[in-house]
């Protein structure tokens, strides 16, 4: 049986039941980020998913795929900000980096 994941998109309720409610491509991306984020340190994971969401951002790319990722992103580290204290400066990074790309700024408006 098909149904809503919790990332929107469809899939099988047996799959989304046993990967947290994700199908299998956000699942996939996720864990992917994870994986990396533990073999080679916290800066590449910043490196990598940055510049692949600026990728993504093109116009003949997906928005809705970055958007959705970017969502999820944000999600696993306001949980992590409660988990994990002691990586409290990270984790805020990251959510300052994740928030500024679903919510652009103009520079000017600064000046």
């Known amino acids: ?10 899939e099988e309720k047996i799959y989304a039941d046993v990967h947290n409610g994700l199908c299998r ?17 916290e800066d590449a994971l910043i490196e990598y998913w940055y510049s692949k969401i600026l ?15 970017i969502d999820h992103l944000i999600e696993f580290y306001q949980e992590n900000l409660i988990k994990y204290p002691s990586k409290k400066n990270y984790t805020k990074k990251m959510l300052y980096m994740l928030y500024s790309l ?3 700024f103009d520079i000017e408006t600064l000046k």
């Not at 049986?1 to 469809?10: V, Y």
């Not at 491509?25 to 340190?41: D, I, P, R, V, W």
Request: proline share 4%; hydrophobic share 30%.
């Open 102 to 104: 679903q919510e652009p």
């Open 25 to 41: 491509k956000c699942h996939s991306n996720f864990t992917f980020l994870l994986e990396l984020e533990q073999k080679y340190g």
């Open 55 to 69: 990728t993504y951002l093109s116009p003949e790319k997906k928005e809705q795929d970055v958007n959705c990722l």
């Open 1 to 10: 049986m098909m149904i809503d994941a919790r990332c929107g998109h469809l």
